[in-house]
Each structure stands twice: as C-alpha cells, then as structure tokens.
C-alpha cells in the first residue's frame, strides 16, 4: 500500500488515481497524525509526502514526519513532493534519508517511475546472496572478473539496481573499473538495446559544456553549420554515463541539475525544448562529500545522482582476485599480440599478489601487456615480471619533491614534470602513475604551460 500525505484534497485525489490506474492500493492522510495512523494499522510499502502539507510553508511538520518515520519505519520508502523553489527542503528531507524527491508540478510517467524504483530497491535488499556462478548463469557480466566478496556484493547491488531507472553514483579510486560497472548496469537493464553513450566530463572544456552535452541549431555561432544533438539526445532512450562528474565548476553543475530535474534540453539556439528519456550514471574518483563540504559541489546535484551509490574497492583490498584478473588480462593480450602464452608460473602469479598496484586494475593490465610482449616463452616466469614491474610501477616517495618552499601548484607541475621524465613523455603512463586520466593530464599540462613534442607516441611501450 502507497501512504499519500498531503492536507489539498485535489492533490490526494490526483496522486490516488494515478497510483490506483498503475496497480497501487492508496490510502491518504491530510496530517501528521493521520498519517502515523495509517503507518500503524495497516501495512505500507511506500510513503509519498508533501513537504509544505502543514498550515505554513516551512516544512517543519513534513520534516518531522520524515523523521519519525525513518526513526521507526527505516525500511519504508519516503518519496518527497516539493517545488523547485523548495529544492533546499527537499534537500534536507534527503539528509534525513527520503529516497527520493519530485517536484512539483510532476510529471506523471516520472513519478511512477520514482515509485517503481524505490519499490525495486527495498525488495532487492532482502533477496538471498549469490553465488558467483549463479549471478554468472543469469546475468551479463563477463567482463567483471573476481570472486572476491566485495565483488559479488557489487553484483549483487547491480542486479537490484539495473532494472530501475534509479540515478547511479559510482566512486572509487582511478583504474578500478567504473566504466566496466555503468556497462553492465546498461547491459542488465531493459535499455539494454539502446544507446549507452560514455562521457569524461574532466575533459569538456566549461565553455563547450553546454553545446557538447545539449547540442545546437545551425547558425547558433560561427562555427555551428549544421545541427547538432547533444550527448543527452544521443542517449535518449537509453543510459548516460558521466566520468569524471566531479570535474565540473559550478556554473555547469547547475545546467546538469535543471536538465536532470527538467527531463528536457535546449539545444543553443533553439527555442524549443527537447524532452529527455536518459537513465543517468555518474562516476568520480574524488570525495564528492568533502567538495560538497567545500563548496565546490552543489548538495543538490550530489542528491540527485546519488540515488544508489556503489564504491567500488581498490585491487589492494582484493589481492584474492589478482590471479584472476591477470590470467584474463594474459589470455587477452596474447591473442591481441599471437603468442603462444598460457600461463604464469607459480612464483609469478604469488610475486604478482604481493604487489600494491596504485593504479589498481589498470596498472596490472598494463604490466601483463608488458610481460607477454618481453615474454619468448610459453609460461611468463618471476623474472620477466620483475622487469616488467620495475619499469610500470610509480616510485612516488622518489618523486616527490622538496616541500619546504613551494605552493601546492608549484609541487603539482613538478611532479608532472617528473612523471613525464620518468616515462620519457609517454602521456598514457604518466597519467597512470598520477592518478590521472590522459584528459585531466593534458588540462594540467595546459594549464602549466608544459609540452611534449612526443604527445603522438603516447602509446609506445
């Protein structure tokens, strides 16, 4: 049963026939106690809840009724309702652990999803735990490689989010598989025969946000000659995944929020809006809680892709899975190159184990590269990994220069300036060893006016 709080019958009687036309048994409540009421008789599954219903518009009674039900019915699901002037309502109602918030005036097919959604995921979190093998036989995740436990949790979590359209935020350090996750998010959902269109939002310039991401009309500016559909067009019906999301200025976090909150673009120059069907996933390798402390990320945007948050566990974590991953990278790499490599010898799968990998799967990809391309056997032995080892691996304590009277910009380029030394210009290695994407690199060398004149051999080994 869907509990409807809110004190204007017109809306009551609105949102009953649209639950009631989806399949959804209602019951309403015009006040708090009603409400509390209803949530101790009878069995509810869902609250949606005013957040002006009391005789003011602060919300202070639809907070404290957030709050009573989250103190004593944690499992029940709050959707909040409010108007986009009141998103710093709905935002607290977040922090106070509502699913959801919609504004009004909503648009119907959104609510319900909103709803679904949310229905989804509470069931989800009671089903039985997997194993690998049967996540494997239902599932399409093949190229998510381990046994770990907190590998088959992040399944687990995959299987109840992918059938929602609920917004999906992935963290986790750089080189841990982010993009592999939203694939299989997309590849396990029923959009899974539309688009599923993949951007680095560090690598978008601010200046060419909007024509990227909206797109224009011919004639817009000068260089506009034809029409152009944004990113979110190109996904429209399908997924949009967003790299880098903690990359953005604030100037671009508020037209990301207006779209996702609108389900609508404008194209420049257009003066017709466009509606949207994109289901959003977004991933970040930085404390997005802490930039939004600093305020460099807008709270608001932060709740709204954090529906579902996933944060994916460093190779260190899951040094179980290192055999695993390095076989499937070997089998990989020696049909890419035709080598006639089966294995690794004990000694170097237990050496390899032992690693700390900074750049996490990446880096271990890369190494198993290195070692079937140096390897004339058909097994890669201890010493052919510790050459491959020796020459991948990021000395980051030699690196680091001496503190005592730089500014932070001042160590920033100087380590760069060692990295790029160290790996002789190769910009897909530096930016490994920094931590780095090869966009957000070349932005920081930009910014410090650093050049290489071997930018074209960056995929030299």
């Known amino acids: 049963m869907i509990l409807i709080v809110d004190d204007d019958i017109a809306v009551q009687a609105s949102l009953q026939l649209l639950m009631r036309d989806a399949g959804f048994e209602t019951a309403v409540a015009g006040r708090q106690g009603e409400a509390l009421k209803v949530l101790n008789t009878q069995s509810v599954s869902l609250v949606l809840l005013d957040m002006n219903f009391s005789v003011d518009t602060s919300g202070k009674d639809g907070l404290e009724l957030l709050g009573d039900i989250k103190d004593r019915w944690p499992q029940i699901p709050v959707i909040l309702i409010t108007g986009w002037g009141s998103i710093e309502l709905a935002v607290e109602g977040m922090r106070k652990g509502a699913f959801d918030f919609i504004s009004k005036p909503w648009e119907n097919q959104r609510l319900l999803s909103t709803v679904k959604n949310a229905l989804t995921l509470t069931k989800g979190k009671k089903s039985e735990r997997k194993s690998r093998q049967k996540l494997d036989d239902s599932y399409a995740f093949a190229s998510i490689i381990g046994q770990h436990q907190s590998v088959l949790n992040i399944l687990e979590t995959i299987v109840n989010v992918a059938p929602t359209t609920a917004p999906v935020l992935i963290s986790g350090e750089s080189g841990t598989g982010k993009e592999l996750v939203a694939r299989a998010i997309h590849d396990n959902s029923e959009r899974k025969d539309q688009p599923f269109v993949s951007v680095n939002l560090g690598a978008i310039p601010p200046n060419l946000f909007e024509s990227e991401m909206f797109g224009y009309r011919k004639g817009a500016f000068t260089d506009a000659r034809n029409d152009k559909p944004g990113k979110f067009e190109l996904a429209n019906g399908g997924t949009l995944f967003l790299d880098e999301i903690g990359e953005m200025d604030l100037n671009a976090q508020v037209k990301l929020l207006r779209v996702?909150?609108?389900?609508?673009?404008?194209?420049?120059?257009?003066?017709?809006?466009?509606?949207?069907?994109?289901?959003?996933?977004?991933?970040?390798?930085?404390?997005?809680?802490?930039?939004?402390?600093?305020?460099?990320?807008?709270?608001?945007?932060?709740?709204?892709?954090?529906?579902?948050?996933?944060?994916?566990?460093?190779?260190?974590?899951?040094?179980?899975?290192?055999?695993?991953?390095?076989?499937?990278?070997?089998?990989?790499?020696?049909?890419?190159?035709?080598?006639?490599?089966?294995?690794?010898?004990?000694?170097?799968?237990?050496?390899?184990?032992?690693?700390?990998?900074?750049?996490?799967?990446?880096?271990?990809?890369?190494?198993?590269?290195?070692?079937?391309?140096?390897?004339?056997?058909?097994?890669?032995?201890?010493?052919?990994?510790?050459?491959?080892?020796?020459?991948?691996?990021?000395?980051?304590?030699?690196?680091?220069?001496?503190?005592?009277?730089?500014?932070?910009?001042?160590?920033?380029?100087?380590?760069?300036?060692?990295?790029?030394?160290?790996?002789?210009?190769?910009?897909?290695?530096?930016?490994?060893?920094?931590?780095?994407?090869?966009?957000?690199?070349?932005?920081?060398?930009?910014?410090?006016?650093?050049?290489?004149?071997?930018?074209?051999?960056?995929?030299?080994?």
Request: charged fraction near 30%; charge should be positive; hydrophobic fraction near 35%.
């Open 260 to 461: 996702l909150q609108e389900q609508q673009v404008d194209r420049i120059g257009d003066i017709k809006s466009r509606p949207i069907d994109v289901r959003i996933v977004c991933a970040t390798n930085r404390k997005l809680p802490n930039m939004v402390e600093q305020g460099s990320f807008r709270e608001d945007l932060y709740y709204r892709i954090n529906l579902i948050n996933m944060e994916l566990p460093p190779l260190r974590d899951r040094k179980s899975d290192i055999p695993l991953l390095a076989n499937y990278f070997l089998q990989q790499s020696a049909g890419v190159y035709k080598k006639e490599i089966q294995a690794f010898d004990e000694q170097a799968l237990q050496y390899l184990k032992r690693q700390v990998f900074e750049g996490n799967i990446r880096e271990l990809k890369n190494c198993v590269e290195r070692a079937v391309l140096y390897c004339n056997q058909r097994t890669i032995g201890l010493e052919v990994l510790k050459h491959c080892l020796a020459g991948n691996s990021v000395q980051r304590k030699q690196e680091l220069p001496d503190v005592g009277s730089m500014t932070l910009e001042e160590m920033e380029k100087q380590m760069i300036i060692n990295a790029l030394k160290k790996y002789k210009n190769n910009i897909s290695q530096s930016a490994d060893a920094l931590g780095l994407s090869r966009q957000m690199l070349y932005r920081r060398m930009e910014k410090y006016g650093l050049k290489t004149s071997l930018d074209t051999k960056e995929n030299a080994l």
